[in-house]
């Protein structure tokens, strides 16, 4: 045990970075948990669109989701050395679903080939040194606004958890009943992790998630997906199912046409802004940074997301990148790609006993998003809100990313306007060439 501790201290620089092993762990237990839905809604949102006659693709799903968790986290362990889980992203496998098969009738089979050219495409322009020049090209306004931008995303996903928010049909959205069982465990939780935070007790957020779930079993809340803890009658150990008829479908042939090229596209710069907008705001908040405002080792980090996402479409998954959960991680501790390789293998873990997982309710994790999210949130601060050249292409990234539910529609509304601003100001030689090319990119992107 310990020539394995030497190695991983020195392989992750642990020590270094004034960590150790157990604080580690313990973050990647902590974004584990904060993440764990991922395992349940990413295959029920891909099963709508991969569907084949009289078979129950649900378990496969869960088994590629898994897999691209494992493979994504400890890339960008091994490469990047930071506490970055990868995970296929919300917006990412909505957008395979009911825009690319639902809503363009593309098959299933080809939209997964797009999700894997599109990762091929993302490894080429990181190896070439384009994609970290376009992210040293984006000011650094809009850089901490994405991490503020973030930090409202994840507060709004926890209030909705909690059922603190909810949907209106006139007014969008809505106060729900704060007498019920979830917003009153939310409360509770946001209770207990903030006077252990204030107390400075290690795991704070991770001890705040386990108080909730054993609140809502011992008073038999309806938090359990509508109904009261039922028990774990159908066992603790569950071997996965292999993915049998969704490993290696993809349609190549079907996706080399100029109609599918779109969607290559699309599935590029959302995937692009996304993994910017989330290593940016992780990094503000890890403090990762350097005194200019840029991320060491950005293009390894770019890399582990453009093989996770290559790797992918080849196990018939949506496009990976890197969680803003990762923050709960970071706020417990977690400074290196250990961090990010223990999320990865848990999930592996939670393949074989899943009915345990499922233990924790989404109103467990809905304090931590949003204490995290009020961390992050934070980073709005350094912006100089006396200038309107930066102040509103932020304010437009900040309100962007929670309002339209995308961290890619967010910082393209922010460099759009940050462009348009500085030309009619007078202003257009300072700005960075690439923004300009960058600018007509996301136009396309919005308007397609």
Known sequence: MKQLAHWLDRKFEISRQGSNIATECRAGFTTFLTMLYI????PAILSKAIQIPGLD????????????????????????NYPFALAPGMGLNAFFTYSVVLGMGLTWETALAS????????ILITVSGLRTMVVHAIPNCLKKASAAGIGLFLGLLGFISAGVVVHHDTTLITLGDLTKDA????????MIMVALLLRRIPGAILLGILSVTVLAILCHSPVFNG????????????LPVWPTHVLGALDIKGALNLTVAGVIFSFFFVSL?????????????GRFTNENGQVPRLSRAFMADAAATTFAGLVGCSAA??????????????KTGLTAVVVGCLFLVALFFWPIASMIPAVATAPALIIVGAMMTGACKDIDWGNFRESVPSFLTILGI??????????????????????????ARTIHPVLYILSVMLCAMLVL
Do not use: K, W
């Not at 802004?273 to 503000?284: N, P, Q, T, V």
């Not at 990148?321 to 991680?329: K, L, V």
């Open 321 to 334: 990148t890197p969680f803003a959960e990762s923050a709960a991680g970071i706020e417990e501790g977690g």
């Open 39 to 42: 395992l349940i809604v990413n």
């Open 183 to 190: 917003p009153l465990l939310t409360a509770a939780g946001l």
């Open 402 to 427: 929670p309002l339209t539910y995308s961290i890619a529609d967010g910082v393209a509304l922010g460099v759009i306007s940050y462009v348009i601003i500085r030309v009619l100001s007078g202003e």
């Open 115 to 122: 999700v894997f050219l599109g990762g091929l495409t993302f």
């Open 57 to 80: 693709l649900f378990p496969e799903l869960m088994t590629t989701t898994a897999f691209v968790i494992l493979i994504g986290s400890c890339l960008m362990g091994f490469l990047a």
């Open 273 to 285: 802004f996304d993994a910017f907008g989330s290593i940016m705001a992780l990094s503000e908040r």
């Open 227 to 238: 109904s009261a803890f039922p028990g774990l009658n159908q066992g603790i150990l569950h």
